[in-house]
């Protein structure tokens, strides 16, 4: 599904049915839509895309440092904490991912031509999608929510633990460097 969707938004601007639009919706442009007015305000006030690359990083770092301490519990290097005791972070993780998709979604409308041409943006998105696995995981399933203060972890939690930092850090780089990245 998640293929067909990645080929699908490679496609999408070239897709026109006009046989099936209703005539209220061929006056409908670009410019009577949301984007113009986003890409507008971003581009033409010099503080706002460096204050929102702020807020992203700082969402970043939320969602870095939530991962972090989760791994470093579930590889046995913070055994004196429990899974419940780690779950308060979440919002903490929450409120970063949240900041991220708010400031993202800003910078994609500001200038959609910079990241729909790059692999590394599709990439990216891909990890942030495939993210969603393993916290999932985390959030649903026993076996983490078994895990007390000094206990060993299963396999399976560690496995997650590792899977979700690294997607996290595939994204983090591809983000990072994806104005240099094709």
């Not at 490679?10 to 005539?23: F, P, Q, T, V």
């Not at 400031?103 to 729909?116: E, W």
């Not at 396999?155 to 990245?181: C, D, E, N, Q, S």
């Amino acid at each position: 599904a998640v293929a067909c969707v990645l080929v699908t938004a490679n496609i999408g601007g070239k897709i026109s049915h006009l046989e099936i639009r209703e005539a209220s919706d061929a006056a409908v442009t670009e410019a009577v839509g949301w984007r113009l007015p986003i890409e507008t305000w971003v581009n033409d006030h010099a503080f706002s895309w460096p204050t929102l690359e702020m807020i992203h990083y700082v969402g970043m770092a939320f969602l870095f440092g939530v991962s972090t301490v989760y791994l470093f519990r579930m590889l046995g290097i913070m055994k004196g904490i429990s899974f419940p005791a780690l779950h308060r972070l979440l919002p903490m993780a929450i409120i970063g991912f949240m900041l991220n998709t708010i400031t993202g979604m800003i910078f994609f409308a500001a200038a959609p031509q910079i990241y729909l041409g790059k692999h590394g943006f599709h990439t990216k998105i891909l990890g942030i999608l495939l993210a969603t696995i393993p916290i999932l995981y985390f959030t649903m399933f026993d076996a983490p929510w078994k895990v007390q203060a000094d206990d060993d972890v299963p396999a399976r939690v560690k496995i997650a633990a590792v899977v979700t930092f690294a997607l996290v850090v595939v994204v983090m780089a591809y983000g990072r460097f994806l104005p240099w990245l094709e």
